[in-house]
């Protein structure tokens, strides 16, 4: 008789995106953030709806779990807090004191709240919160081996750590320590510019191109001391973390003229040159942390997780300029994705299992983890909200959405599997012509209601990348930024080219200008059949259509809300938007045959103060 197949929860959470993951025998079988059940943004608290819908896609109870794994050791990030206050004792104490209950009620007693929430009695397991980042790069990819690079705020100590993955083994060789962190200088930066501290860095991002570089030197004189290795200490005296309830203190204020932007407030010249400053020194930081980890490991491939891995720019620039040959980034970069690598660290080193399935394709699934609905329950909750609908076959939906993006509708569509990890990467996406000049406008004011700086992504059949991009490799996960290519971009008259800051965003750059930012980048995701058949043929459908083998793609939400997971979200997002259709299932709607959805309230205020 055949043994038993293993299965392994893994667990993050109470610091931002918590998350659940569920792996049977080392296969991933489901995955998903807790933001997208409880539709509070980056909900932190403990994954119990997470949990449930992994139990429930692999049709097993908590009782039948071989281990559950916590992706940091508690304990560890507790000293640390403790010897952090004690270093600025008594500066401090109110930051002290507001962590103390969480601390007291919840986050020591991890492993009894786990028990008792799951019913759980069997092998409780802890990872390195920097080992669970490693094991969520490496064990995934198609390598077989690879160096590793992991960067992120904090963990326990860690805020960097590098290493070399072979077969079922991660050695991790080195540590940057906190308060010493690329992403808490970034999210540093982040608070200053008057955005919201690990959720909108990639605003940041965004923001850059229309900045220039002159705080750059600033940076490296006063905050960062960089070494060639791509080591470095902050000067602490600038900064707040520490001991503060803000990122960064007076001095701070004082070597960038003036206080932070208050949210909300307009943007200004200072703000965009302090992003494009930020992102040069991020983007130098990598280089050499890459060539070192090269250097150091002697590796061909290299894999990367934690947050600043979600930084696209910086990763683009790793693939054309880094020393390694080949490269992979866990698509949940972030604390979400802790859960899976715990999870498969537990699997290959406790268990002491050996990894199977590398070659050229990962084992990621295109990152489709989360829950799908039948055209059924789709069914059923259109007629609950009295909606009028068509019914099409598979090609019929192909051959009708990509007709309506070719007349310059705005498309919400919803198929298959909730993606895991915070892009959209066509299950749960907005989706537009490229070729629309007016599009990036339309869609961030009018669909997403967010700032009109923000630059869409396009998704591209994966063999014509380079027909418009200056790249010819796989970007399945949105995590590379290229440029794009001289043949597809527009000639700007001495006019335009004197334009800065926001000034230059309504000049059409490309024959794709609704996904070429200001700088002729885009942040690509490359589309294959193998991961997502329907959405390849969509592309597919439209490129014969149009000769554009490109489309806006963009996550299905509005400003201030989770990407929609269910059929309800979907069909409430798309009637309090100017989306024209919405693709669910096998139905498609049109927004001028719905009557109007019935509202309590203004809802607009909830997306205030994202």
């Known amino acids: 008789m055949a043994p038993a197949p293993v299965h392994i929860l893994g667990i993050s959470c109470y610091y931002h995106d918590a998350a659940a993951a569920l792996i049977r025998d080392g296969d991933i079988i489901a995955a998903a953030q807790e933001e997208r059940f409880t539709r509070v943004k980056h909900d932190f608290r403990f994954p119990a709806h997470a949990i449930a819908y992994c139990l429930s896609e692999g049709g097993i109870k908590a009782s039948d779990l071989s281990a559950v794994v916590f992706y940091d050791k508690p304990l560890l990030k507790f000293e640390r807090i403790l010897e952090t206050y004690l270093s600025y004792a008594p500066r401090g104490l109110r930051s002290f004191l507001m962590a103390m209950p969480l601390w007291l009620k919840e986050k020591l007693w991890i492993p009894s709240h786990i028990r008792k929430e799951l019913e759980y009695d069997g092998l409780l397991l802890f990872t390195e919160h920097h080992e669970a980042h490693a094991a969520s790069a490496f064990f995934p990819s198609p390598f077989q081996r690879a160096a590793i690079l992991t960067m992120d705020g904090v963990g326990e100590w860690a805020t960097t750590s590098y290493g070399v993955g072979e077969g079922s083994t991660i050695k991790l060789l080195g540590e940057l320590r906190f308060p010493h962190s690329l992403g808490l200088l970034y999210s540093a930066f982040t608070y200053y510019t008057g955005f919201k ?30 070494k060639e290795d791509g080591s470095f200490r902050m000067n602490m005296k600038y900064f707040d973390y520490c001991a503060g309830l803000r990122m960064t203190g007076r001095e701070f204020d004082e070597l960038f003229g003036g206080p932070p932007r208050a949210p909300e407030s307009p943007l200004t010249q200072r703000e965009m040159d302090l992003a494009r400053s930020l992102q040069e020194v991020t983007e130098e930081v990598m280089l050499r942390m890459a060539r070192h980890v090269h250097r150091e490991t002697g590796e061909k491939n290299l894999v990367l997780a934690g947050g600043v891995a979600l930084n696209c720019v ?3 620039r790793l693939l054309r300029e880094g020393p390694f040959e080949d490269l992979w980034i866990q698509p949940a970069a972030g604390d979400a994705g802790g859960a899976l690598g715990a999870a498969l660290f537990a699997w290959h080193r406790y268990f002491d299992a050996p990894r199977s399935g590398t070659g050229r394709h990962d084992r990621q699934k295109g990152s489709y983890l989360g829950p799908a609905f039948s055209d059924a329950e789709i069914e059923q909750v259109l007629q609950r909200f009295g909606a009028t609908y068509q019914r099409f076959s598979r090609d019929g939906i192909v051959n009708h959405v990509a007709e309506l993006l070719a007349e310059g509708s705005v498309v919400g569509w919803f198929q298959g599997r909730m993606e895991f990890g915070p892009r959209a990467l066509g299950s749960r996406s907005i989706l537009g012509d490229a070729r629309s000049s007016a599009m990036q406008s339309v869609m961030n004011l009018k669909i997403k209601f967010r700032e009109s700086f923000r630059p869409f992504a396009p998704s591209i059949l994966r063999e014509r990348v380079s027909d418009y991009f200056a790249m010819d490799h796989e970007s399945p996960y949105m995590l590379l930024v290229a440029p794009v290519v001289p ?25 794709i200008p609704a996904v070429t930012h200001v700088d002729y980048s885009a942040r690509v995701q490359t589309v294959s059949r193998e991961h997502h ?10 490129e014969a259509r149009t000769g554009c083998s490109v489309i806006i793609n963009t996550s299905f939400n509005v400003r201030g809300e989770p990407i929609v997971c269910r059929p309800e979200e979907a069909y409430r997002c798309f009637m309090r938007t100017e989306m024209d259709n919405l693709a669910i299932g096998s139905f498609v709607l049109a927004k001028k045959d719905q009557k109007p959805l019935e509202e309590s309230g203004d809802w607009r205020k909830e997306f205030a103060l994202d």
């Open 533 to 542: 058949p329907l959405y390849y043929d969509l592309i597919r459908n439209f």
């Open 314 to 316: 910086g990763n683009g």
């Open 197 to 226: 501290v690990n959720s909108a860095e990639y605003k940041v991002m965004g923001l850059a191109p229309y900045g220039e570089p002159r705080f750059v030197q600033a940076i490296y004189d006063h905050l960062i001391d960089l």
């Open 487 to 511: 043949g597809k971009r527009k000639s700007m008259t001495p006019e335009q080219e004197s334009l800065f800051g926001i000034d230059k965003l309504n000049i059409a750059r490309s024959e």
